[in-house]
């Protein structure tokens, strides 16, 4: 299978700096990226697709400006939580889609996840 | 709107067989998933269906009818590390290829 390597894995920071998390594609090229936020025990919740020399695409609710997306290389996307708030304490993962490997939700390989905890 | 439900909890005991449904209700379909996670984990994928019917994957089977927009996962002879949340996810958009994840089964096994 691919790999998606996700830093950090977990990250305190206080309230009101700025925390980026870097999710990279080690061993395939991945156009399409895209960013899930989980709180405890709830739902994976799409946050917005990430689509390399392009604009993200945001989900409904989801604040653009909060949530900063960069899909500058083939290998690399990174969001940037912005100006973070103890509600945006949350687990969040990055997924890459491989065009040809598996089938369905198989085409789609997880990072490991990071835990951002905001005091 | 687009919703997957499943049940929240389930419990069993070692060697049992679960069943864990998923009915869906999303804009457009082309396919369900079944991720399993564990604890602070990211989501390992499982089984996928696009058609009717019975996929099978070691102790793992999935089942799907598009018709009643509804899906299972089939755990058989049940191991203390199948503990888990299990995530059925629909595929709504045939251009894109993100996935729309139900609310998840937490599935506790016991001795």
């Known amino acids: 299978g691919a790999v998606v390597s996700q830093h950090p894995s977990w990250v305190i920071c206080k309230s009101g700096t700025s925390v980026k998390i870097e999710c990279r594609s080690l061993?395939?090229?991945?156009?399409?990226m895209f960013w899930y936020r989980q709180f405890p025990k709830q739902s994976l919740m799409l946050m917005a697709t990430?689509?390399?020399?392009?604009?993200?695409?945001?989900e409904q609710g989801v604040e653009k400006d909060k949530f900063l997306i960069n899909h500058a290389s083939l290998t690399l996307s990174t969001l940037t939580v912005t100006s973070a708030h103890p509600e945006d304490s949350s687990f969040y993962i990055c997924?890459?889609?491989?065009?040809?490997?598996?089938?369905?939700?198989?085409?789609?390989?997880f990072g490991s996840g990071t835990q951002l905890s905001v005091l | 709107g687009q919703s997957l439900e499943q049940p929240s909890e389930v419990t069993a005991v070692e060697g049992a067989i679960v069943q864990i449904n998923c009915t869906y209700q999303t804009s457009g379909f082309y396919g369900l998933s079944w991720y399993q996670q564990h604890d602070g984990g990211a989501p390992t994928f499982l089984s996928y269906?696009?058609?009717?019917g019975l996929e099978e994957t070691g102790r793992f089977s999935s089942f799907l009818s598009r018709s009643d927009s509804y899906g299972y996962l089939l755990l058989q002879e049940l191991q203390m590390k199948d503990s888990a949340s299990y995530f059925c996810a629909v595929r709504a958009d045939q251009a894109g290829t993100a996935l729309i994840f139900g609310k998840g089964t937490t599935l506790s096994v016991s001795s």
């Open positions: 269906n696009a058609l009717d």
């Open positions: 997924s890459a889609y491989h065009p040809t490997l598996g089938r369905g939700g198989e085409k789609l390989f």
């Open positions: 990430s689509n390399e020399g392009s604009k993200a695409t945001y």
């Open positions: 061993d395939f090229q991945a156009t399409t």
